[in-house]
């Protein structure tokens, strides 16, 4: 059952602990529960049936994004579409993706401190030198030839 049924039969629902942070659901405010429209939350078969049709375009656009994974397209950015179409009906979606906004503002900080910045760089550089030392050695020993076009 969700706080929307609790909300249609007028009683207030208890707050509960979230098991991944901790927190109380219900202090969250507003953004958790379902933002179906009224007249379809008011009528429990109709709000079942826009869960079900929200799960099925969620789970459809999910799939999409995985199996851009492997293929050429945006498959992460898609994984994460579909969980955000999930995520305007499930509270578990909603606190999944608020989970994943944090852990990626807190991988940005950690990117932007001094000392890890000054690595990126340094491996970048490297990476750059042995890519282009690879190029070079490749162009003078096949010329500008292409892989597949190679007489041994």
């Not at 179906?36 to 008011?42: G, H, L, N, S, Y």
């Not at 049709?53 to 994004?65: K, N, P, S």
């Not at 999944?96 to 340094?122: G, H, M």
Request: hydrophobic share 50%; proline share 5%; charged share 20%.
């Amino acid at each position: 059952m969700n706080a929307e049924s609790d909300e249609r039969q007028g009683g207030v629902a208890p707050a509960t602990a979230d098991v991944a942070t901790g927190d109380n659901v219900q202090d969250k405010g507003p953004g958790f529960g379902s933002r179906a429209p009224r007249f379809i939350q008011r009528s429990r078969t109709l709000h079942v049936s826009w869960q079900v049709g929200v799960f099925i375009v969620g789970l459809a656009v999910v799939v999409a994004g995985i199996i851009m994974l492997p293929l050429p397209g945006p498959g992460w950015l898609v994984i994460f579409g579909g969980m955000a179409i999930w995520a305007t009906e499930f509270v578990w979606a909603q606190l999944v993706l608020r989970w994943t906004k944090r852990k990626v503002t807190e991988a940005a900080q950690r990117a932007l401190d001094p000392k890890v910045r000054k690595r990126n760089l340094i491996l970048t550089t490297i990476a750059v030198i042995i890519c282009a030392a690879a190029i070079t050695v490749y162009v003078w020993k096949f010329g500008v030839v292409m892989p597949w076009k190679i007489k041994e």
